[in-house]
């Protein structure tokens, strides 16, 4: 009895280990459908709530990692720089501007949760150094 409780404890230590810990941050890929439209969404709510004249866009995705919570928690730590496309500029494809001087890349950590059955997304984080 006492052998069947320690390896019980093992087994799911271990599972726990090697899958990461139940509602942790995990790494996933930039790519999946959930984590572009949740970073769409960040930079755009950047761009509305900045007083720039010149919309940012990212220039370097450093690392994303999602949160089951109530909803999914998308973390992104992301470069973004000015481009030449000012605020208003409907349908403009934008770069990053080519000067760095003017570009000002900044390294941002952007937190957006979503709660698809309420309809609601937001930005609960955005510090950019």
Known sequence: MYFKMIVSFLAVTLTVAFAGMLGAPMDVDINDEGVQSALQFAVAEYNRQSNDAFVRQVSEVIKV?????????????????????????????????????????????????????????????????
């Open 65 to 129: 990692q999602r949160q089951v919570v109530s909803g999914l928690k998308y973390i992104f730590t992301v470069k973004m720089g000015r481009t030449n496309c000012r605020k208003g500029d409907a349908g403009t494809l934008c770069a990053i501007h080519e000067d760095p001087n003017v570009a000002q890349v900044t390294q941002c950590n952007i937190t957006v949760w979503s709660q698809a059955w309420l309809d609601s997304i937001k930005v609960v984080e955005n510090t950019c150094m």
